[in-house]
């Protein structure tokens, strides 16, 4: 189906674990993006890339490694989990010329 | 330090009325701003775009309007609808990396009959 995907949509892990969260879009969007959000926070940045094999700091990327090796992936691995990781995880995309950003269904992560 | 504000207070308006909600911004230069959509368990859906140099936008029951001077934009839903019962967001591009967006906490808004 076309669009942006993420997976797994749901996940417990225990701290200390190592956890890669998913994200697939069919737009050959140029630009994607990985926030997470929590209560009294809002959407904060975690990583972006502008192509492949392009990535980039956000506001909040300590713990978070990314690649991107194709265009149309642009997975998230926590290394090692912690508690304080546990939160709402959204991929998004958007195309080169156009700064609306096209977002994923989300991933509920809970770090134990 | 940078900050975006929305009102963290859900607003509660009557059917048919007018929903207006407000992003407030400190310390940036923001190149563009947009708005958001977000339902509960899903992800933000883009509702528009306003550039620096553009004074209102108008998109069906949707308008926005951005004052660079007052460092505001105002978010106007009319004849709204309990369907437009959402979270809003607003998000500032700044103008020395239009790559990356920042978001305000968002304001729920709540529409009954």
């Known amino acids: 189906d076309a669009g942006i995907t993420q997976s797994p949509r749901y996940k417990i892990t225990e701290t200390g674990r190592q956890v890669t969260l998913m994200c697939h879009q069919t737009?050959?969007?140029?630009?994607m993006f990985w926030y997470r959000q929590d209560l009294g926070h809002g959407l904060r940045l975690i990583y972006y890339?502008?192509?492949?094999?392009?990535?980039d700091k956000g506001e909040v990327p300590d713990g978070y490694v990314v690649s991107r090796s194709k265009t149309e992936n642009f997975p998230l691995t926590l290394e090692s989990a912690t508690r304080s990781q546990t939160s709402v995880y959204f991929c998004?995309?958007?195309?080169?010329?156009?700064?609306?950003?096209?977002f994923g269904p989300g991933t509920r992560l809970t770090v134990t | 330090s940078q900050k975006i504000e929305q009102n963290s207070e859900a607003l509660n308006i009557q059917e048919g009325k007018t929903a207006t909600l407000t992003c407030n911004y400190t310390?940036?230069?923001?190149?563009?701003l947009q708005w958001y959509r977000q339902d509960p368990g899903r992800g933000p859906v883009f509702l528009l775009l306003?550039?620096?140099?553009?004074k209102e936008k108008r998109k069906e029951r949707l308008k926005v309007t951005f004052d660079t001077t007052l460092k505001q934009s105002l978010f106007h839903i009319t004849a709204s609808q309990p369907a437009d019962s959402a979270t809003y967001l607003c998000?500032?591009?700044?103008?020395?990396?239009?790559?990356?967006?920042?978001f305000g906490t968002g304001t729920r808004l709540q529409v009954f009959p």
């Open positions: 998004a995309s958007r195309d080169r010329l156009f700064y609306e950003q096209y």
């Open positions: 310390n940036y230069s923001p190149a563009y």
């Open positions: 998000a500032l591009g700044k103008s020395y990396n239009t790559d990356k967006l920042i």
């Open positions: 890339s502008a192509a492949a094999d392009i990535t």
């Open positions: 306003i550039r620096e140099n553009e």
């Open positions: 737009w050959s969007h140029s630009y």
